[in-house]
């Protein structure tokens, strides 16, 4: 199967096919959050497609495409290839209409959704180390078998379904004046953009990727598109290499693009559990990234962030949320070197119990090789209430005579 020529999708097309759909996805809420709008200078609201069936918004593309196909397209049954949430999409709704699937996903792909596409009733192939191999191996299943392919964002259908949030995002708050929306292979920001962008030209679209898998980013502000790594907890936007079809598409209804660093997205994810009491995966928070990194700002404006997905790893949480919280300058760890003897290591301690931190965790080591007779290395994990308290402690520490090196936790 190749994919070639442009790629045309219409507002006419999204509202055939939002109408097509309704009955079948939630419209999902759009809740300003308070905390946000006031700290970042504006009205921030989130639109919850966490929430949505499945946990992601690939439900309504995946839909679109599948009530598209013809009966005789649909007997032999369809394939797709995905790391996770296209894959639980497109099995949920494949399984809910009858249609056989199959969903090739790489090895790496987290555990959660794995299990559920297979819950959803899918055959799950799990193949490569990327997306980019299971998708090669998906089209040559699929040309083998002779099944329909479902691809995750280059089909006007699935761009077509995405973008009936667009169409929702104007009906709840007509008065938004930016969107900010997740950036993989591009299907979920073309969709909204080309929706908005014609009931209201002037409001801006910004697409937003991980620092760990910045292609359509770097394709976008230099036209060149290439080869990218791709190392990210933002595993539902790794996207090795961008579509030249997506960015040519793009480049006419998106206004900007940005990419955010793993420490912001870890961030992020901390703030929505503990702000907005939301469970979001990587590629759900980058929205929120780009403000608490200062790529994008909300001063003065009605803003929406899509929350494209909930789908996070549980294996994974315990670590996001410590870099999270290392991010926020509430965990940090300090070596010092102490005279080894009694009460030394007590009167460090007293000092940090007078100022707040608490110690999480101690390393005391007087046999190293590279510490000298007589002294002790002592590290500290500390809790502590951020970044200002941070930079007091150590002012601190200092003045009564201790030397803190920060150390990578």
Known sequence: MSFNGPIRVTADDIRRAAEKISSAVAKTPLKESHHFSKRFGGRVFLKLENLQHTGSFKVRGALNKLLSLKPEECQGGVIAASAGNHAQGVAYQATRLGIKSSIVMPKSSPIVKM??????GAEVILYGESYDEAFA?????????????????????IIAGQGSIGLELLEQYGELEQVIVPVGGGGLIAGIATALKAVKPSLRVIGVQAEGAPGMARA?????VELVPVN????????????RRMLELLKGVVDEMVTV????????ILLLMERAKLVVEGSGAVGLAALLSEKVTTKGLSSALVISGGNID???ISLIIERGLMAEGRLIRFSFLLDDRPGALHHLTAVLAEEGANILEVNHNRLSPLVSMGKARVTLLLET?????????????EEKGFQPTP???
């Open 220 to 224: 976008f502000k230099t036209g060149k």
């Open 115 to 120: 299990n559920a596409t297979r819950d959803y």
């Open 407 to 409: 150390q990578e936790i």
């Open 314 to 316: 549980f294996n994974k």
């Open 385 to 397: 209430k951020g970044k200002e308290h941070v930079i007091f402690l150590k002012r601190v520490l």
């Open 232 to 243: 990210t907890i933002a595993d539902g936007i790794g996207v090795k290499q961008p579509s």
């Open 261 to 268: 660093s793993e420490e912001a997205i870890a961030n992020a």
């Open 137 to 157: 191996h998906a089209l040559e299943i699929q040309q083998k078998k002779g099944l329909v392919f479902v691809h995750p964002f280059e089909d006007p259908a």
